[in-house]
């Protein structure tokens, strides 16, 4: 189906562990973006993508890892989880560079750290 | 001052009101502004961009008032299908050259029978 899809919705892992969560759309935007949502927070920028093989930090990028060596995947991982990497993670895509155009996001992963 | 801030909320309506939801955002070089809305346990969709002229889509209205730095949202007879968080966000070159999109904590709307 043609959308941008998310793996796995639901995670739990122990701290410590290396966690990868996979973003994939089918619309070859240019743009990706990976936030997390925390209550109290909303959601913020943890890395984003201008296109394959450019990557930059967004505003909360302590701890992760991202890569993309095709358009329309976009993983992230967390080298060794913590506890207070227990969130819910949104991928998200837009066409283009034009930023005024909707941003897309994916059902989310829902990441349990004990 | 946070860069995007919303009313707290959360509101609580009775079908058919009418509910205003307000942002105001610290960078004045900010350059697209959208209301999106997110359901419970769900992704944000975009409901509305907000335009400098202010628009309307059906029971939804937006304004934008740059001088201020100052958004709102206006929901006309409410829906107990309007009951979701409603995020303010907005878009801005960052310092390095960057467009990065800033995103409110949210106001969360309850539409009462």
């Known amino acids: 189906d043609a959308g941008i899809t998310q793996s796995p919705r639901y995670k739990i892992t122990e701290t410590g562990r290396q966690v990868t969560l996979m973003c994939h759309q089918t619309w070859s935007h240019s743009y990706m973006f990976w936030y997390r949502q925390d209550l109290g927070h909303g959601l913020r920028l943890i890395y984003y993508s201008a296109a394959a093989d450019i990557t930059d930090k967004g505003e909360v990028p302590d701890g992760y890892v991202v890569s993309r060596s095709k358009t329309e995947n976009f993983p992230l991982t967390l080298e060794s989880a913590t506890r207070s990497q227990t969130s819910v993670y949104f991928c998200a895509s837009i066409g283009g560079a034009d930023f005024t155009n909707e941003q897309f996001f994916g059902p989310g992963t829902r990441l349990t750290v004990l | 001052r946070k860069e995007v801030e919303q009313d707290p909320g959360p509101f609580n309506v009775p079908e058919g009101a009418t509910v205003a939801f307000n942002c105001t955002y610290s960078n004045s070089a900010s350059q697209s502004f959208f209301w999106y809305r997110q359901d419970c346990r769900k992704e944000p969709k975009l409901l509305m961009s907000?335009?400098?002229s202010g628009n309307e889509d059906g029971r939804f209205t937006a304004q934008l008032n740059r001088a201020s730095q100052y958004i709102s949202l206006l929901i006309r007879d409410s829906k107990l299908s309007d009951s979701a968080t409603y995020l303010c966000v907005v878009g801005a070159y960052s310092g390095a050259g960057s467009y990065q999109l800033t995103f409110g904590k949210g106001t969360k709307l309850s539409v009462i029978p």
């Open positions: 907000v335009y400098s």
